[in-house]
């Protein structure tokens, strides 16, 4: 069966997000961008919520035709464009999209169908919102923590809304020297 993975960067005290959404204490650098892409290489799929996806979608189709595209912006906009992408959202419908499926009900039936079919991985980058309404089901696999070297002390939170213990396994840490440590975990299933 294919895993569900969660990408999120996180800051020390464990915010996703600024209040207003902003990302720009996130620390990338061209090797995170690397192993990102040694991710994504084992991934076919891409899961967003509404705001992400439209964000995603505002930027990654013609990141390779800008003329100053760096090497991660050509690879992965290859990658978002060739992949199928689910969006989970109320209030987007699928007309008029191209290679992507919205769902809008039934959400762990719907993510066990996808996880049943033949195929690698699906990965889930960032999507606060749609991680906690997965999350809250059970239905992530592994997470990568991109745990970076700042200290928010408010925004939007890592884990809002989980009500039950999920014991994680550590699977493997790898820090970069952006100063960004990524804690790779498995949920342990009974």
Not at 66 to 74: C, G, M, P, T
Request: with cysteine.
């Amino acid at each position: 069966m294919r895993k569900l993975i969660f990408f999120m960067h996180t800051s020390l005290d464990g915010f996703v997000a600024g209040l207003k959404g902003e990302l720009n204490w996130a620390n990338v650098d061209e090797e995170l961008f690397d192993f990102v892409g040694t991710m994504t290489d084992k991934a076919d799929t891409a899961l967003y919520g509404r705001v992400t996806y439209e964000m995603m979608q505002s930027y990654w189709p013609n990141a390779c035709k800008q003329a100053n595209a760096s090497k991660h912006d050509k690879e992965h906009s290859a990658w978002y464009n060739k992949v199928p992408k689910v969006v989970l959202s109320k209030t987007m419908s699928e007309k008029g999209l191209e290679n992507t499926k919205v769902i809008s009900d039934q959400l762990a039936d719907n993510i066990n169908k996808i996880k049943k079919q033949d195929g690698k991985n699906i990965l889930i980058f960032g999507s606060p919102t749609a991680s906690h309404s997965l999350l809250s089901q059970g239905l992530v696999d592994e997470f990568w923590l991109f745990v970076n070297p700042v200290l928010l002390g408010q925004g939007i939170p890592l884990f809002k809304g989980v009500t039950e213990t999920t014991q994680l396994k550590l699977i493997e840490s790898k820090t970069f020297s952006c100063g960004v440590i990524a804690l790779h975990y498995e949920t342990k299933r009974d």
